[in-house]
């Protein structure tokens, strides 16, 4: 079973900034990709960044320029670093992960969740 905790989320001024941490434990074989997404209410989870094992990085257009994904291999840990804040990127943030846990299977998994709110 692999967890992944989240934290760094909370209440910030617009043009202010945030950096998340995400955590991977347990049984991890290897880590394919480890990214975020966030989620407003009744709408769908978007991808906001992901990072590969090789280093390699995606971003939703929206958030290009402003927030920055990395990756501790050896921490099995992924940071958000967002500037540049706006009310619009106020949602529920996830960290998702595609990780082995053994040398054949892997699965998606998700963390719980963390509030950022952005507002004056």
């Known amino acids: 079973q692999v967890q992944l905790v989240e934290s760094g989320g909370g209440l910030v001024q617009p043009g202010g900034s945030l950096t998340l941490s995400c955590e991977a434990s347990g049984s991890i074989f290897r880590i394919v990709a480890m990214g975020w997404y966030r989620q407003a209410p009744g709408k769908q989870r978007e991808l906001v960044a992901t990072v590969n094992a090789g280093g390699g990085t995606d971003y939703a257009d929206s958030v290009k320029g402003r927030f920055t994904i990395s990756r501790l291999n050896a921490m099995n840990t992924v940071y958000l670093r967002m500037n540049s804040l706006k009310p619009d990127d106020t949602d529920v943030y996830y960290c998702?992960?595609?990780?082995?846990?053994?040398?054949?299977?892997?699965?998606?998994?998700w963390g719980q969740g963390t509030q950022v709110t952005v507002s004056s």
């Open positions: 998702n992960g595609r990780i082995y846990h053994s040398a054949t299977s892997w699965d998606e998994y």
